[in-house]
């Protein structure tokens, strides 16, 4: 099996974010923000959370066919940015048969799925992936 | 040839819990840097292709080099597809190598003298998401516009640089951040040989990562001592003629952290 990489208590911590799309939104100037982060551009180091919406456009992606051990049986990944309401995030698109359909510009919505078995004894680790609206 | 473990110790270059634990690997960082730049200046994968063959070329000459053989077009669009649009001959191979530079305060009377005229080091931020452009690499930006600085030289002096090639893509952007070339235009130049030795600016006059190697950490001192030989005209780089100034830049992940280096020659 693969070695542990991301400890299970830094998995837990990242819950909200790999569960829920949780982002943050600073209270002053209301930007966005996804990962967190502690401080905002104005300066400011107060925010709320900010879960993202469940759906939006594909801006960039590639298909990769040389993937990371823990990968080897789901390859080839589609890794893609998407937008969510201007919050862009990077990750994996599924459900997709036939990546040439794939396009920017088109629209995803986000679903919950396995990422990995982690760690000698298989901490399995859940999280965000996108799916394309339309069949492909 | 790229195996699966290695993927995963790069992967460790990215943000980490957001990109590497979802698969994301330098190489697809890479790869969709390439897309948006082929998007927005309007280039084929052949037009890009012209990296890897140069590079090979270079290499074709220099006994230093790890691929010391030519590449032809059939060859880089028939290789293995990495990360659409990025094929194997994108990727410099992962070797094992060394380098070492001397530095002293009082050379002798017949040495030639290589000057460290200049250093500068740049850091931007990883995660791709938050990023406006992925055509230019910050961190590169403000690391050469500092160590061009320290040196009193702009990009107009700088008549050799060696830059870091780890995806041929990388090459491109960083010789596009420093200023060097405008941007969009370097597989335009490459391709009618203005930055092959003989002209105003030569690039990766050994042949880059791409046919010396990946090292890792070692990248930067491989190309560092490949600037100290090309700017003192030893073998295999007498053809290059006596330039008086050079730069080196080396950069760690996707634009998170780089350097670079002014180095003048003096006597
Ligand atoms: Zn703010």
Not at chain 1, 72 to 84: A, S
Request: proline share 5%.
């Amino acid at each position: 099996m693969v070695d542990q990489r991301l400890s299970i208590p830094r998995y837990w911590r990242r819950m909200p974010q790999y569960y829920r799309l949780e982002g943050v939104q600073c209270v002053k100037c209301g930007r966005v923000y996804f990962p967190p982060r502690a401080v905002c551009e104005c300066g400011s180091r107060e925010f709320k959370p900010y879960p993202l919406p469940s759906t939006g456009k594909l801006v960039n992606f590639t298909v990769l066919y040389s993937v990371p051990v823990e990968f080897e049986k789901m390859k080839p990944l589609i890794i893609g940015i998407v937008d969510l309401d201007g919050v862009k995030v990077v990750g994996q698109i599924v459900d997709c048969m036939n990546p040439e359909k794939l396009s920017p510009g088109i629209d995803v919505e986000v679903v919950f799925r396995m990422v990995k078995m982690d760690g000698t004894y298989g901490l399995i680790n859940y999280g965000y992936k996108f799916r394309p609206v339309n069949n492909c | 040839m790229i195996n699966v473990k290695l993927n995963k110790a790069l992967a460790t270059i990215t943000d980490y819990e957001y990109e590497g634990f979802f698969g994301v690997t330098p190489a697809a960082q890479a790869a969709m840097a390439m897309k948006e730049y082929m998007i927005k200046y309007g280039y084929d994968y052949e037009d890009l292709a012209i990296w890897p063959i140069k590079m090979h070329e270079r290499g074709s000459k220099n006994p230093l080099a790890y691929m010391k053989k030519q590449a032809s077009l059939k060859d880089v669009l028939e290789s293995e597809v990495v990360a659409d649009p990025l094929r194997l001959y994108d990727v410099a191979p992962a070797v094992d190598g060394s380098a070492a530079v001397v530095l002293c305060n009082k050379p002798l009377k017949n040495d030639a003298v290589i000057r460290v005229d200049g250093i500068g080091v740049g850091a931007y931020g990883t995660y791709m998401g938050q990023r406006d452009s992925l055509t230019e690499l910050y961190s590169v930006r403000d690391a050469t516009n500092m160590a061009l600085r320290m040196a009193h030289a702009t990009t107009n002096d700088v008549k050799l640089v060696e830059v870091h090639d780890t995806y041929s893509i990388l090459g491109m952007l960083a010789l596009e951040s420093m200023g060097l070339v405008r941007p969009g235009e370097t597989p335009r130049l490459l391709s009618t040989g203005a930055l092959d030795a003989g002209n105003k600016l030569v690039v990766n006059a050994g042949g880059g990562l791409k046919s010396m190697g990946f090292p890792g950490g070692a990248s930067g001192m491989y190309e560092l001592a490949l600037m100290v030989m090309e700017l003192m005209n030893v073998k295999p780089f007498e053809s290059l003629g006596r330039a008086e100034l050079g730069i080196v830049q080396d950069m760690a992940g996707f634009d998170l952290v780089s350097t670079s280096i002014v180095l003048r020659r003096v006597s």
